[in-house]
């Protein structure tokens, strides 16, 4: 079964600093892995996703993140935060057998301080 | 010009009731999906549908029926309501084209339930 492991449920961050929100995924089998983000009161947008191509990926909004088979990992950066990005990040991963099902992380609410 | 709509936006309801929720979509695509989003939790998938006749049952389907009425329509209904089905209910679509990128998502912009 796939998985998918956000670490930090909160982080904090002030205007102008690096943004890292992490994520690690478990599959059998090479996953496609995206970041969704959910501002107040809204649905969910995607951010990015991997889908086998390049290993650095670049989204909407600053935003980029890499595929790390070694590690499982897909962490979400931004190199200067930005008020307009609080909200809450989820990451999602899916497989080639899942019939394009989601498997989504707990989230990750991000705080940005002036 | 939302692709994804939702309604009710808000319900409030009592324990016992039967609830609809209704999703409809413009996008074209032929796969649908229903998820609950609760504190802490993320988003489980509650139903999905990959045509009119074809429904599967998600990792939470307990509680929960679904009805596809047409290619643009997918409805999830709580046959007698519980309070600990309060949440974020969110209806989302994805294409087919036999590539990556069917396991992108599209998301409405969810309906916000209480049950008392």
């Known amino acids: 079964a796939q998985s998918v492991t956000q670490l930090g449920s909160h982080v904090s961050v002030s205007e102008g600093a690096l943004v890292l929100l992490r994520c690690n995924y478990s599959s059998s089998v090479p996953p496609y892995l995206f970041w969704y983000v959910q501002y107040p009161n809204q649905g969910l947008q995607l951010l990015l996703k991997y889908t086998s191509a390049a290993t650095l990926v670049k989204g909407i909004n600053g935003f980029e993140a890499e595929f790390k088979k070694s590690e499982t990992s897909f962490h979400l950066t931004k190199p200067s935060a930005h008020m307009s990005d609080a909200a809450e990040y989820f990451c999602a991963v899916s497989k080639e057998t899942s019939g394009s099902r989601l498997t989504f992380g707990e989230g990750t609410q991000l705080t940005v301080n002036p | 010009d939302a692709d994804v709509t939702q309604t009710p936006r808000n319900r409030i309801t009592k324990t016992g009731k039967r609830i609809m929720l209704e999703c409809s979509q413009t996008?074209?695509?032929?796969?649908m999906y229903w998820y609950r989003q609760d504190p802490g939790l993320g988003l489980r998938l509650i139903y999905y549908s990959f045509d009119v006749k074809d429904i599967n049952k998600g990792e939470i389907s307990d509680g929960y029926s679904v009805s596809r009425q047409a290619q643009a329509k997918f409805s999830l209904s709580l046959e007698s309501a519980i309070p600990n089905q309060t949440a974020l209910y969110f209806c989302a679509t994805s294409d087919f084209t036999g590539t990556g990128s069917d396991h992108e998502q599209f998301f409405g912009p969810g309906t916000r339930l209480t049950v008392l």
């Open positions: 996008k074209g695509h032929d796969r």
